[in-house]
């Protein structure tokens, strides 16, 4: 039975060997994956040699339910992002022999979504997902199998820290983080366990209520973000020999204005095979906190996708057959021990521009939708 508690001061949480789970992923690697969040990013300077032209794949077949999204972009040869990749085609494979096509999604470039029609991922199947390019140019990602779920995610929980950081002018400063924290039931001692550990945010905001002649209430949005100050785990279970992992850490944020109002935090837990292991693995150190390597140049890692035509060809990025679990707890704003002033709030006494810009256009905060989450 998944639980959910608060813990004071974590004053009740075992201390773990940190041994027991290898390094800390810095970030997912997920080109737009996640609706990566804009606050808190690190640059991170890559002394590679940067090549024009190289696709760059991002993206997923899971057991979950829903919309499934695959990321496309090119590499240009100066230090720049990634162009987005807008007149692809892309099918995923089922080794049943069905087959489903994505669509391009017109409002996010580059962004391809699988609704699931017709396949359904099942551990135990092999997926694997072909590109092609309006050059005529083919690619593939290497047949995977979906790995079965060997560790429960038993809990979740939190509590409060108060960290004093120096700001970019030279002053000390205290912040209040919120710290999240799980325990993993691993229900067989496989060395074939390989897992990791996503942190999705989203938060509510509700945008300013100015009165009118026709009563118009303007819609909240819903943002989406990974958490910062804190890296990703990973857990390796050919070199472990543990039944239970306890108070891993697995997000850390300051208490800022997206816990004005609603503020959940989504744990999933993927498992994967030893390649797709090594990979993160690989690219812990590359990317920023936040997680896509369409935020900063990148580095030229290949992952599991090839050119069909062109072995020599180097891709990077990589596409990964998980099965997912999830864990999630909301934070209200009578949760957390700071007074925050509702800043969207109509009154009289303000003008126009003592509000903040997303108070009046909620959408313009970066990964922001109308849609409402199915948990929310």
Request: overall charge negative.
């Given at each position: 039975m998944v639980s959910f508690s608060r813990k004071e001061g974590n004053k009740d949480l075992k201390t773990m060997n940190l041994s027991l789970v290898l390094p800390s992923v810095r970030a997912l690697l997920a080109i737009w994956l996640c609706l990566c969040s804009g606050?808190?990013?690190?640059?991170?300077?890559?002394?590679?040699?940067?090549?024009?032209?190289?696709?760059?794949?991002?993206g997923g077949f899971t057991n979950e339910e829903g919309i499934q999204r695959i990321r496309l972009g090119e590499t240009v040869a100066v230090v720049r992002l990634p162009l987005p990749v807008e007149d692809a085609h892309v099918r995923l494979y089922?080794?049943?022999?069905?087959?489903?096509?994505?669509?391009?999604?017109?409002?996010?470039?580059?962004?391809?979504?699988?609704?699931?029609?017709?396949?359904?991922?099942?551990?135990?199947?092999?997926?694997?997902?072909?590109?092609?390019?309006?050059n005529g140019r083919v690619y593939r990602s290497k047949e995977e199998e979906m790995q079965p779920q060997q560790a429960m995610l038993d809990s979740i929980y939190y509590d409060f820290s108060l960290e004093k950081e120096i700001s970019s002018a030279g002053v000390v400063i205290e912040n209040t983080y919120i710290n999240a924290y799980i325990d993993v039931e691993l229900s067989q001692l496989d060395r074939t366990t390989f897992l990791r550990w996503d942190v999705e945010e989203v938060f509510l905001l509700t945008p300013t209520d100015e009165p009118d002649p026709f009563g118009f209430v303007p819609p909240p949005c819903y943002v989406y973000q990974y958490p910062s100050a804190i890296d990703l785990n990973l857990y390796d279970g050919s070199v472990n020999d543990i039944g239970r992992l306890e108070g891993l850490k697995v997000a850390s944020q300051v208490l800022d204005w997206t816990f004005q109002e609603k503020h959940y935090f989504t744990v999933k837990q993927l498992g994967m095979n030893q390649e797709a292991f090594d990979y993160w693995d690989n690219v812990r150190d590359l990317l920023t906190n936040v997680g896509s390597i369409f935020d900063t140049p990148p580095a030229p890692l290949s992952g599991n996708v090839f050119n069909v035509n062109d072995s020599s060809e180097e891709v990077l990025g990589y596409f990964g057959v998980s099965s997912v679990s999830e864990i999630r707890f909301a934070v209200l704003r009578q949760d957390i021990p700071l007074d925050q002033v509702l800043e969207c709030t109509y009154s009289q006494d303000k003008y126009y521009l003592d509000y903040p810009a997303r108070c009046w256009d909620c959408l313009s905060v970066r990964n922001s939708t109308y849609t409402r989450p199915d948990f929310f």
């Open positions: 606050a808190c990013v690190e640059r991170i300077d890559f002394e590679v040699e940067r090549t024009a032209g190289q696709l760059v794949v991002d089922e080794d049943s022999g069905e087959f489903e096509d994505y669509v391009h999604d017109p409002e996010e470039p580059g962004t391809y979504l699988l609704h699931g029609t017709k396949i359904q991922g099942k551990p135990g199947h092999s997926y694997f997902v072909e590109i092609t390019l309006a």
